[in-house]
């Protein structure tokens, strides 16, 4: 498996999505949050986006006021998973216009649409933007 988990935090630390694909019980996934979160936004950006915590390696990226984490195995490509970051952006900023926290607040089920559409069991298996959104436009229109 590659991705194990896909988190996006706001500046003050606040997780605003949470996407786990290995189990982890409740008081896991808060300790783990914490942990990372607070690695994560104490670095500044002179510091490069890899983290190793645990047995996780962590990507992230700053994209305004929101963190996109990403944990995946040890053995996965750092740059491959800032390119997912970056894809998953895009296809959030193609979809709300420029996407911001609130977006992502109000329409909390799509962005998690779009993440099932771009992973499946902790593997990347969409990076289309058009076939990523199809689904969701259709949605869109029947409401």
Sequence with gaps: MGIRFVLLV?????TRLAQYYEHLSLDQRRA???????????????????????NYKVVYRRYASLFFLVGVDNDENELAILEFIHLLV?????????VCELDIMFHLEKVHFMLEEMVMNGCIVETSKQNILAPIHLMDKSS
Excluded: P, W, Y
């Design 32 to 54: 783990l949050e914490g942990e990372i979160v607070r690695k994560c936004l104490a670095r500044t950006d002179h510091h490069c986006s890899f983290v190793e915590h645990r």
């Design 90 to 98: 895009e296809t959030m900023d193609r979809h709300f216009g420029n």
């Design 10 to 14: 706001n500046k003050q630390g606040q």
